[in-house]
């Protein structure tokens, strides 16, 4: 090769990597743009002082000297208001019974999709997108006419003489709780089933040749191979159920106190932007920061490498 | 298949430890495995031999239970067990991509079957340990199999299945995974470990000289069926077909009418000549048949020899290929027809045939064997 073959080389590369870089960096600054600063803002202003409708300069330079300014007020009152820390401990058990449901309904679910024939995979993969394809708000809101004092449960139920009066199934956990695992279940299939169709059979041949059941084998090797499955679907599940707002809104009542709810308030009745971000950041701090930890973790150590 | 009627069911004597008994496996109609019958001995490393898509790993599968047959039955020790789970069955296999569950150590890979037997805990460590002595990977057992390399991995592979001393131990295209050197030295310490073992073999290869180096019987098949069973070296010297002749080893494959046939010889006229072969056939004179002849039983001269009036062809040669321990030439014969000659280096300074020069190819009348189909 040429010397100026050689530099032509050289420049290509770094074109390519000039490419790279830009494939990579777009989605980065869209990040930073949409998250990063939106969620620095509200950092700030939970921290912020108040000046009428004007929030205050965390810095501020007079006389040679340069102030910073951090209100914690709104972190005290936070934790030590028994509303707040009766609402993050409500949604935390919301968001966990409603992981743990969707666990126990997908898995199931997304082990016979994998393992049914691989003509028909795409048709079943169609059927659990298909609630996507009608507002979210819509059918949310359709299962209040199915839960109804006056719904199709209850007057179904009724007519069948299986019950006199209503049962009270709108407003209370129950309600919500049909509410969510119905809108997050297909966050919770989608992963598991991506992972268990490229599970390797020979695999379960293998434990099954060493002497497995079927039962002993799903729960030796299928379970554990599709550990990276349970974990990305329980996250996609419990992390949007935690600061979910429409369905305890709609579906939920006075017992089902959650985060969402109580932001909402904040913001919009009391117009304590302030105390609402404090909220918000509170419950990112809590829950979201560990559970990224947790998730590296297992990324770092429990990763199985080839499956 | 004659003596294999003598034995009754339930006291199979060692001669069919694993009996096959006109076994057929349909897939839509197509038959993947067509009414085959075999006897397997006890202690024996039986190869089935053949391309892809020749049924070898249809049964395979069917021995593991992972198929169930059509019709047909299979005996393991004389019990049926064609109809059992394969979790219920004392057979192991080592599966071609070895099958390691990724997510367990070395030696919890090893002690997955035992613990299925529900052996006590210190019976399941001394037995994992003499595993991993007998597979040298004593150092690796607390390893994840991604961290081991392809060799290793076979062995513990390996390790997993003797674990629960089957009765038989299936090994699916042993060393396909390996590449080349490795499988050189590999195939020997499979071959070494099994016989100490004293475990019965079925293995499947599409690899004829992984078949020869490591079976004591081959099974060579094609769509669905054996087309001859015996020793390494019968297969090899005495191929029963141009099918098995052309796919073990090269050859030289000559198509005549039989025009002598006498008890000891007969005689077959080609193309190229009267072909002078060293045994009689049962056929009779004006059949069709082919001639095999190895390309290593060929000798080529510069002189026509003179005690040769039989199996001597004059040529040239057009290509030669120097393979170090012999060379391989080719010998375009009158009439067009090539010739593949191997000639064994048996000296340091011995002088290689060029290209274009003119030869002649003789071989003895032993050399040569008459396929009738």
Redesign the interface.
Same mark, same amino acid.
């Given at each position: 090769m040429s010397i100026s073959n050689q530099a032509k080389g050289v420049r290509r590369a770094l074109t390519r990597n000039w490419g790279r870089r830009t494939v990579i960096g777009i989605p980065y600054l869209f990040l930073i743009l949409l998250f990063t600063v939106p969620f620095l803002v509200v950092l700030k202003i939970s921290v912020s002082e108040t000046e009428g409708i004007r929030f205050q300069d965390l810095m501020s330079y007079a006389d040679g000297v340069v102030q910073l300014k951090i209100k914690l007020s709104n972190f005290i009152f936070l934790s030590t208001d028994s509303l707040y820390v009766q609402t993050y401990g409500s949604s935390i058990k919301f968001a966990t019974f409603n992981t743990l449901i969707c666990l126990a309904i997908g898995y199931p679910f997304a082990y016979f999709m994998a393992r049914s024939p691989a003509n028909i995979r795409p048709a079943l993969l169609m059927l659990v997108s298909l609630p996507f394809w009608t507002s979210y708000l819509l059918r949310v809101y359709a299962w209040k006419g199915l839960l109804d004092d006056h719904g199709v449960f209850n007057n179904l139920l009724i007519w069948l003489h299986l019950i006199d009066e209503p049962i009270k199934m709108m407003h209370t956990g129950f309600s919500m709780t049909i509410g969510m695992v119905y809108a997050y279940l297909p966050f919770m299939i989608l992963p598991l089933y991506a992972n268990l169709v490229k599970m390797d059979l020979r695999l379960i041949e293998a434990a099954k040749d060493l002497g497995a059941t079927p039962w002993k084998t799903f729960w030796l090797v299928t379970v554990p191979l599709s550990k990276s499955g349970i974990i990305a679907g329980s996250m996609l599940v419990f992390i949007p159920s935690m600061g979910e707002y429409v369905i305890p809104e709609l579906l939920g009542g006075p017992s089902t106190l959650m985060i969402g709810r109580v932001l909402w308030d904040e913001f919009f009745s009391n117009n304590d932007w302030a105390m609402a971000s404090a909220v918000a950041v509170t419950m990112v701090g809590l829950i979201l920061v560990p559970l990224a930890i947790f998730n590296k973790y297992q990324a770092d150590t429990g990763g199985v490498r080839g499956v | 298949m004659q003596q294999s009627k003598q034995n009754t069911v339930g006291q199979a004597g060692d001669a069919s430890f694993v009996r096959i008994d006109r076994l057929t496996k349909r897939f839509d109609e197509v038959a993947a495995v067509d009414d085959v019958s075999i006897d397997i001995r006890k202690g024996e490393i039986f190869a089935l031999l053949g391309s892809s898509g020749c049924g070898k790993s249809t049964l395979l599968r069917m021995l593991?239970?992972?198929e169930t047959p059509t019709t047909g039955k299979i005996f393991l020790d004389g019990a049926e067990i064609s109809k059992l @789970? @394969?979790?219920?069955r004392t057979?192991?296999?080592m599966?071609q991509?070895y099958?390691?569950? @990724?997510?367990l150590t070395v030696a919890e890979n090893i002690a997955?079957?035992l613990k =299925?037997?529900r052996m006590p805990k210190d019976r399941i460590a001394e037995r994992v340990d003499a595993m991993l002595n007998i597979v040298q990977l004593k150092p690796y057992a607390k390893r994840?199999p991604?961290q081991l390399s392809g060799g290793q991995q076979q062995r513990v592979a390996l390790a =997993?299945c003797l674990a629960?001393s089957p009765k038989l131990l299936l090994l699916d295209e042993p060393l396909g995974a390996l590449d080349r050197k490795l499988r050189e030295q590999t195939q020997f310490e499979l071959h070494n470990i099994i016989k100490k073992v004293g475990v019965t073999c079925v293995l499947v290869t599409h690899d004829q000289e992984e078949a020869i180096t490591m079976a004591d019987r081959i099974a060579v098949m094609n769509s669905g069926s054996f087309l001859q069973v015996g020793q390494p070296h019968e297969i090899y010297e005495t191929p029963n077909c141009r099918f098995v002749a052309d796919f073990i080893g090269n050859v030289n494959l000559f198509d005549g009418v039989i025009v002598g046939d006498e008890p000891d010889h007969c005689v077959v006229e080609t193309a190229q000549g009267k072909l002078y072969v060293g045994h009689g056939i049962t056929g009779n004179l004006g059949m069709e048949v082919s001639v095999a002849l190895r390309p290593e039983k060929i000798e080529l001269q510069r002189a026509a020899p003179s005690d040769r009036e039989f199996n001597c062809l004059a040529g040239s040669i057009v290509d030669s290929g120097y393979f170090g321990r012999f060379s391989l030439y080719k010998v375009a014969l009158a009439g067009g027809k090539r010739l593949q000659v191997a000639i064994t280096h048996s000296q340091r300074h011995g002088e290689l045939f060029q290209r274009g020069e003119e030869v002649f190819a003789s071989w003895l009348p032993d050399s040569l064997v008459v396929l009738t189909s």
């Open positions: - | 593991a239970g992972f @789970p @394969p979790y219920e057979i192991n296999m599966f991509s099958a390691l569950f @990724p997510h997955f079957g =299925r037997d994840k991604h =997993r629960k």
